[in-house]
């Protein structure tokens, strides 16, 4: 079992900055990838950025330039640096692990909101 918390939301201003963390405990799969996705209201959830164990990343169009994900495998925690937010960035963020070789993430986070005001 794995357990995923996620902190660092809150309100911001357009153009501002947060900095969202999620750590891991519990039984880790050495070969992981950690995915951050965020749901808006009355929106679908949406893959924002994605880092596997390795360290390769990806990111969803819409925050390429903004956004940055980065992990410490030795602390187990997946951070999300995002920068310039836009008011359509507004949304509840939640970490999420996928197991090797499979997309469709096996543990969430209980998810974070994110607001940002115009």
């Keep these: 079992q794995v357990q995923l918390v996620e902190s660092g939301g809150g309100l911001v201003q357009a153009g501002g900055s947060l900095r969202l963390s999620c750590a891991a405990s519990g039984?880790?799969?050495?070969?992981?990838?950690?995915?951050?996705y965020r749901q808006?209201?009355?929106?679908?959830?949406?893959?924002?950025?994605?880092?596997?164990?390795?360290g390769?990343?990806?990111?969803?169009?819409?925050v390429k330039g903004r956004f940055t994900i980065s992990r410490?495998?030795?602390?187990?925690t997946v951070d999300l640096q995002?920068?310039?937010?836009?008011p359509e960035d507004t949304?509840?963020?939640?970490?999420?692990?996928s197991l090797f070789g499979r997309t469709t993430?096996?543990?969430w986070g209980q998810g974070t909101q994110v607001t940002v005001s115009s």
């Design 27 to 36: 039984i880790i799969p050495r070969i992981n990838t950690i995915n951050w």
């Design 40 to 54: 808006a209201p009355g929106k679908q959830r949406e893959l924002v950025a994605a880092i596997t164990s390795g």
């Design 56 to 62: 390769s990343s990806n990111y969803a169009d819409s």
């Design 72 to 76: 410490d495998n030795a602390k187990n």
């Design 82 to 86: 995002m920068n310039s937010l836009k």
């Design 91 to 97: 949304a509840v963020y939640y970490c999420a692990l």
């Design 105 to 107: 993430p096996a543990y």
